[in-house]
């Protein structure tokens, strides 16, 4: 069931960005495209267009944090709960994931709500 909850996680994601649907999830590229929170963002802006601007394509720390702090802001306003968000700085260090899965969890489930 996890594998499955997985699957239908990163198609939603991958799906609503318009990427290939066969493109490889541990890729160098889609990895380092989702820790940047450019796959996020652009996500966000495809659920609605113009609620994030301002991307960072700077990759240092501070350009990362940038970007998901940008994501967070734009789930809040877009709905998303408090507790269903992520901490940053967790992230970053590849810490509680679990949180993150949560949270992708809680956007997928919003969406299909306003569908």
């Known amino acids: 069931k996890i594998k499955t909850k997985e699957r239908t996680l990163a198609t939603f994601i991958y799906y609503t960005c318009n990427i290939m649907y066969n493109e490889d999830l541990s890729s160098k590229h889609a990895t380092s495209s989702l820790f940047t929170g450019n796959i996020l963002i652009k996500m966000m802006n495809r659920l609605k267009p113009g609620t994030v601007n301002n991307l960072e394509s700077n990759k240092t720390k501070e350009g990362i944090e940038h970007n998901l702090l940008q994501y967070l802001n ?6 998303v709960r408090q507790e269903d ?12 994931m679990g949180q993150f899965i949560k949270h992708l969890v809680a956007v997928y489930e919003m969406i299909q709500k306003k569908i």
């Open 74 to 79: 734009a789930c809040k306003s877009l709905g």
């Open 85 to 96: 968000l992520f901490d940053v700085q967790e992230y970053m260090q590849a810490q509680n």
